[in-house]
């Protein structure tokens, strides 16, 4: 798969899918004005690895927001419940939810969006 980069904007993250090292990165603030229309892509191109490449070794996802919006939760959510889904299937992955020294909002959304994903190997950690 040909790896997916998009620049973070003053509204959306940066989006590093690099698949060919098995490292998928989202960081940076989300609140878009259409969630669901910038995630669409990037759920889209997981599904494709989840169901193409993910099964031939260890995946590192990393995720780090300062904010996220409730509509971008939503979709986080929805890539989450793929990556819980190919790790059922057999995927190796593990998730690091990167936050902040003391953000508790953003360390309760890791708990939030995690603690359901019980075939996902994950981590937050406090930086």
Known sequence: ???????????????????????????????????????????????????????????????????????STRSLQQLLTLLDAAARDGASIEVRWLVELDDDVMTELGVDLLSDKSSLSYEIVSR
């Open 1 to 71: 798969m040909e790896r997916l980069t998009l620049a973070a904007t003053q509204f959306t993250p940066l989006v590093d899918f690099d698949y060919a090292s098995r490292a998928l990165t989202l960081q940076g603030e989300s609140y878009p004005e259409n969630a669901a229309e910038f995630y669409r892509p990037i759920l889209s191109a997981l599904r494709e690895y989840a169901s193409d490449g993910a099964q031939s070794g260890k995946t590192t996802v990393t995720l780090q927001f300062a904010y996220v919006n409730s509509s």
